[in-house]
């Protein structure tokens, strides 16, 4: 059975840190590219940070490039998103995708919100 789940979200103050972590399993997570999205109260779904098969390119939105940090570890078939120095606008549903030229993977989702 294929699984995406993200944990690590939360409520955190602004300037504060989270890490996501969005575990797989029951495909080939090594072969595939991930995503993290953002969706935003009131607002569409937007991709934040992106990591390739491999690890070996990441591409962010410019609104979180220099405070967000994705990766990946295959060995536990997880990728991780380090977010720094937060802000209101960071508020949303964190969901990561799979992909691998195939069916896209969608885990369920994990609320972080910032606030003071």
């Known amino acids: 059975q294929v699984q995406l789940v993200e944990s690590g979200g939360g409520l955190v103050q602004p300037g504060g840190s989270l890490r996501l972590s969005c575990t797989a399993s029951?495909?080939?997570?090594?072969?595939?590219?991930v995503n993290w999205y953002r969706q935003a109260p009131e607002k569409q779904r937007e991709v934040v940070a992106i990591i390739t098969s491999g690890g070996y390119s990441t591409d962010y939105s410019t609104d979180v490039k220099d405070r967000f940090t994705i990766s990946r570890d295959d060995r536990k078939s997880t990728v991780y998103l380090q977010m720094n120095n937060l802000k209101s606008e960071d508020t949303g549903v964190y969901l990561c995708?799979?992909?691998?030229?195939?069916?896209?993977?969608w885990g369920q989702g994990t609320q972080v919100t910032v606030s003071s």
């Open positions: 995708s799979a992909w691998g030229g195939g069916p896209q993977y």
């Open positions: 029951g495909f080939a997570f090594r072969d595939y590219a």
